[in-house]
């Protein structure tokens, strides 16, 4: 199943290598849960369609959005069949500008979903950026016939996320997987290092390479308890030297991203992707 939302060095090109280490039918006969306390735009967990998974964000916007389209499919059908039919640089604008509101967090939480999925659509490149009030700061992408609606899209994820067991949490990825067990698969996907400009801005209060360290200690604990644990970050030589330890494995790879909104504006970026020693295919 592709995801329904576009998400900024998502993770649809890197899913035959993570599938390396994931067996699908195998988690399916044993029952074990994935876990993704990043989730994002979900290309992983929506392709694996497995009937037990958690996903975690810290971004409200976004796990609200996730349980919308769980629980209101077809109302949240109905407001972006509105946002498509006024589409335009004008509208764009004045639905961005909603959050700069002192009443906007009284707004329903269908109408936030739809205006994040609509955002999502219709703004460059898929990104989803805060500055440091928290606003949404994203301009318009330039696109000729954007998917705002994605009706059977929205339709299908909803029916995957009532006919399974799917937790949907939201806060900091060490309490998204208090309950993970042996054998289950944690797959990490927290905003990328960069050797100079640090970590992007995905909401107000940040990530930081103090929160990658926190996270590389959950992982230590994850590890030691027989969990299948995946990372992906940039390839650059703070997340070298923090997993360089006998536990773990680095695999560097490449991986053509998106820099513009054109598909032919693309360059290559080294990333890797990081797994327990312990971790055992099944």
Same mark, same amino acid.
């Given at each position: 199943?592709?995801p329904l939302? +576009?998400?900024?060095?998502g993770?649809?090109?890197l899913?035959?290598?993570?599938?390396?280490y994931?067996?699908?039918?195998e988690?399916a006969?044993?029952?074990?849960?994935?876990?993704?306390?990043?989730?994002g735009?979900g290309s992983?967990f929506?392709?694996?369609?497995?009937?037990?998974?958690?996903?975690?964000?810290?971004?409200?916007?976004?796990?609200?959005?996730?349980i919308?389209?769980?629980?209101?499919?077809?109302?949240?059908?109905?407001?972006?069949?509105?946002h498509?039919?006024?589409?335009?640089?004008?509208?764009y604008?004045?639905?961005r500008a909603l959050d700069?509101?002192?009443?906007?967090?009284?707004?329903?939480?269908i109408?936030?979903?739809?205006?994040?999925?609509y955002?999502?659509?219709?703004c460059?490149?898929?990104?989803?950026?805060?500055?440091? +009030?928290?606003?949404?700061?994203?301009?318009?992408?330039?696109?000729e016939?954007?998917?705002i609606?994605?009706q059977?899209?929205i339709?299908?994820i909803?029916?995957?996320?009532?006919s399974?067991?799917i937790?949907?949490?939201?806060?900091?990825?060490e309490?998204a997987?208090?309950?993970?067990?042996?054998?289950d698969v944690?797959?990490?996907?927290p905003p990328?290092d960069?050797?100079?400009?640090g970590?992007t801005?995905?909401v107000?209060?940040?990530f930081t390479?103090?929160?990658?360290?926190?996270?590389? +200690?959950?992982?230590?604990s994850?590890v030691d308890?027989g969990?299948?644990?995946i990372?992906s970050n940039?390839?650059t030589?703070?997340?070298?030297?923090l997993?360089n330890d006998?536990?773990?494995?680095?695999?560097?790879?490449?991986v053509q991203?998106?820099?513009?909104?054109?598909n032919?504006?693309r360059r290559k970026?080294k990333?890797?992707?990081?797994y327990?020693?312990?971790?055992?295919r099944y």
């Amino acid at each position: 199943m592709n995801p329904l939302l +576009k998400w900024a060095g998502g993770k649809r090109k890197l899913l035959p290598l993570i599938f390396e280490y994931i067996n699908k039918d195998e988690l399916a006969k044993t029952g074990n849960k994935l876990y993704e306390p990043f989730v994002g735009g979900g290309s992983l967990f929506l392709n694996l369609e497995l009937s037990r998974c958690s996903i975690n964000d810290y971004n409200p916007e976004l796990i609200n959005t996730y349980i919308q389209i769980r629980d209101n499919p077809l109302k949240l059908i109905n407001l972006l069949e509105e946002h498509k039919k006024n589409h335009s640089l004008e509208y764009y604008t004045s639905i961005r500008a909603l959050d700069r509101r002192v009443d906007y967090s009284n707004y329903d939480d269908i109408k936030k979903a739809a205006r994040f999925i609509y955002l999502n659509k219709t703004c460059y490149n898929g990104l989803y950026r805060v500055n440091s +009030k928290g606003f949404f700061n994203v301009p318009m992408g330039k696109y000729e016939n954007p998917d705002i609606v994605a009706q059977d899209r929205i339709l299908r994820i909803s029916e995957y996320l009532n006919s399974n067991e799917i937790e949907i949490t939201l806060g900091d990825f060490e309490s998204a997987v208090l309950t993970a067990e042996t054998g289950d698969v944690i797959y990490f996907d927290p905003p990328y290092d960069y050797e100079k400009e640090g970590f992007t801005s995905y909401v107000s209060n940040g990530f930081t390479r103090d929160d990658l360290k926190r996270l590389r +200690k959950c992982c230590d604990s994850l590890v030691d308890i027989g969990c299948k644990v995946i990372i992906s970050n940039n390839d650059t030589e703070f997340v070298n030297t923090l997993f360089n330890d006998q536990r773990y494995t680095i695999k560097k790879i490449e991986v053509q991203r998106l820099i513009g909104s054109s598909n032919k504006s693309r360059r290559k970026e080294k990333e890797v992707i990081i797994y327990g020693k312990d971790y055992r295919r099944y």
